[in-house]
């Protein structure tokens, strides 16, 4: 009975512990990654405000349907079984936004693009917002966020990229 007693509270103790320490993780991540395009900002702009042009850069969309939204094409389907969609929700004159839908979550998405001064190049930032609950395994989990997505955010600007310069 003691053995059961003590196994019991140094569970809790432990639960207690993680949640506590999971408090000091923050509950908004950020992960962007930058690239140097040697194009004017038209240029690249236009390959990331329409998302048919997709296909041609973005890591998995070469196979992706288009999303339409009132006949207009808005964003693609990453996994129509997962209900998982990528759609555009507002475009600016420096920043194109996105939201990353899935059946559980949405997390924001965007590009920024800032002209180089005195050259025809462009700084291009893709960034992804995540916005947790306090729950200590999701907190957690978002350690794991920059190794998932980070390296697919790289493959992308890297694709646009190449296919801006040939």
């Known amino acids: 009975m003691k053995f059961l007693r003590l196994v019991i509270l140094s569970i809790i103790f ?37 998302p048919v042009e997709w296909k041609n850069w973005y890591p998995g969309a ?3 349907k288009l999303f339409y939204e009132n006949g207009i094409a808005k964003g693609i389907i990453l996994n129509e079984r997962k209900h998982q969609n990528l759609i555009i929700t507002s475009k600016k ?17 965007g590009w920024q693009i800032a002209p180089a001064i005195g050259s025809n190049s ?16 999701e907190k957690f989990s978002s350690f794991m966020f920059e190794k998932v997505y980070g390296p697919q955010m790289e493959a992308g600007l890297k694709n646009l990229k190449a296919e801006l310069e040939k």
Do not use: C, G
């Not at 194009?39 to 236009?46: A, D, G, L, T």
């Open 14 to 50: 432990f639960l207690v512990i993680v949640s506590i320490i999971s408090l000091f993780i923050p509950s908004h991540v950020r992960i962007s990654r930058v690239v140097q395009i040697n194009h004017s900002k038209e240029m690249v702009m236009s390959r990331i405000n329409d």
């Open 62 to 64: 070469d196979s992706a």
């Open 122 to 137: 462009v700084t291009v930032q893709w960034y992804m917002d995540f916005h947790l609950h306090w729950y200590p395994w």
């Open 93 to 109: 004159d420096h920043e194109v936004m996105a939201i990353y839908t899935m059946p559980n979550r949405k997390v924001s998405t």
